[in-house]
């Protein structure tokens, strides 16, 4: 069986996260997390609506890693007094 080999380094474009990472990590929702100055790094080339915006894979995973929940190891919530 061959296994498939990816690059981490690899630049993708935003159309091609969501298809390979999931998370919904759609394009709409990659051009808000750049606005409010958050989301996985990416590098912009060229400038105004011209511009192409790529992804590193590994950018995309480790920036996915930082928002990972153990519920093992999350405070348990307060009970709220109702």
């Not at 990816?6 to 997390?33: H, T, Y």
């Not at 950018?59 to 153990?70: F, M, T």
Request: net charge neutral.
């Amino acid at each position: 069986m061959d296994s498939l080999i990816v690059n981490p380094d690899e630049r993708i474009r935003p159309s091609e996260v969501e298809p390979e990472f999931g998370a919904g990590l759609c394009e709409k929702r990659l051009r808000q997390l750049r606005w409010l100055g958050d989301g996985p790094a990416y590098t912009k080339a060229g400038k105004g609506t011209r511009a192409r915006v790529y992804y590193k894979r590994a950018d995309i995973a480790e920036w996915l890693d930082r928002h990972r929940i153990d519920p093992a190891e999350a405070e348990p919530s307060q009970p709220t007094n109702a």
